[in-house]
């Protein structure tokens, strides 16, 4: 079996506990906008979320917009109209911003993994989908824009994830080859897939079954 070099990871839902902020963020928005912030509520945020950052990830509409949607989408059935304009519905997102970023925490066990990483020698590598300057905040917010060899966002590269092109240019970045580097994801078809496709050896972090340590110590050992 080739030795393995360099460890490659995602960001949200790996390292950083986007979904929790997430929530926050909306109950934030909501509660402002005297809405009953119900898990029914958020529910239904995180599907919109999900769903119009797809559209993103895939092209079809600016970051922005993606935005603006997620809000047409989840105001109406809340009684609330809203915003006719974008520049409206930018300022009111902003709100959300706000709460979002004051809830951005990194899991427990995200430091201790990449300083053990660090320690055995292992080169680290960051491939996360999203917009450079709010992925590049979240590493300085938390203490991770230090953590890695080397940093892929979506945005920056021209290229998202599971493209297998972006675990390449991931690849590129460390100096390593596929069969030298393993990637830890919570996506199975995102993360995992992706990585598999592009000739790496990957596993899925699914807590609380399968911690962050226990990802990586599976990818290492396949």
């Known amino acids: 079996m080739h030795r393995v070099t360099a460890v490659g990871f995602d960001l949200d839902g790996t390292l950083f506990d986007h ?28 599907a919109a979320e999900d769903a119009q950052y797809e559209h993103w990830r895939a092209g079809r509409v600016s970051f922005a917009e993606q935005r603006r949607t997620r809000l047409r989408t989840v105001l109406p059935p809340l009684g609330i109209e809203p915003p006719p304009d974008d520049g409206g519905l930018d300022a009111l997102f902003g709100r959300y911003l706000a709460a979002y970023r004051e809830a951005w925490t990194l899991f427990p066990d995200a430091i201790p993994v990449l300083d053990e990483l660090r320690g055995e020698g292992y080169r680290i590598g960051l491939l996360t989908n999203g917009a450079g300057e709010q992925q590049r905040d979240k590493l300085a917010a938390t203490g991770l824009d230090a953590a890695f060899d080397a940093v892929c966002v979506s945005e920056e590269i021209g290229v998202a994830k599971p493209d297998p092109r972006a675990f390449g240019l991931l690849l590129a970045a460390l100096d390593v080859t596929a069969n030298a580097c393993v ?21 899925a972090v699914d807590r609380p079954r399968v911690g962050l340590r226990e990802a990586v110590r599976e990818a290492l050992a396949t």
């Open 19 to 46: 979904r929790t902020a997430s929530r926050a963020g909306a109950t934030g928005l909501l509660a402002g906008l005297g809405v009953d912030v119900t898990p029914a509520v958020l529910d239904a945020w995180t």
């Open 183 to 203: 990637f830890v994801g919570d996506d199975a078809a995102k993360d995992v897939a992706g990585a598999r496709a592009a000739g790496m050896r990957a596993a």
